[in-house]
């Protein structure tokens, strides 16, 4: 098989996977040779691993996001303390950027405190909600078990009316 593009579709496979790469000359030689041995080119994470043993564009972190925004059971993400060094500054601008995108499409997302404001918002409306859903579960248990005062013809004091 040679490397042409119409026995292997390129035109079916996106042109970045391909993209060119900024190796040493003897390098790029030697990938050249490698892909006529074995008769197909190298994607541009392969060739990079080769080179560094380690690729960046993979679509790991975008993975990563995912899977932590995407995890709507857990607790938030706090993200209110300084970041340490300028990958995790990276990391909280996609979390920010793609959480957005995921919220405008309507997809449920994990809440993801960015500011102590959105964290102190958030936990003073789950206290009131909790509060909220306390009251209504006992209304709703006095009820089932027959002493909710509208069955009775009481007032919440206990006294009939």
Do not use: C
Not at 117 to 123: I, L, N, T, V
Not at 139 to 158: I, P, S
Request: glycine share 4%; no cysteine.
């Amino acid at each position: 098989m040679n490397l042409e593009s119409e026995e292997l579709n390129m035109e079916k496979i996106p042109e970045w996977i391909y993209a060119p790469t900024n190796f040493s000359p003897e390098l790029e030689k030697t990938f050249a040779a490698v892909e006529k041995a074995l008769g197909f080119k190298l994607f541009i994470w392969q060739k990079t691993f080769i080179a560094n043993t380690t690729y960046r564009r993979s679509g790991r972190t975008t993975a990563e996001i995912l899977r932590d925004l995407l995890n709507v059971s857990k607790p938030p993400l706090d993200y209110t303390k300084p970041v340490a060094d300028h990958m995790e500054r990276f990391y909280r601008e996609e979390t920010r950027e793609i959480k957005a995108k995921l919220d405008t499409a309507g997809i449920p997302t994990r809440t993801v405190f960015f500011s102590r404001q959105e964290k102190e918002k958030y936990y003073s409306e789950a206290e009131t909600g909790k509060q909220e859903k306390i009251q209504y579960r006992n209304l709703r248990r006095n009820t089932e078990r027959g002493y909710g005062y509208e069955k009775h013809g009481r007032n919440d004091t206990g006294k009939s009316f």
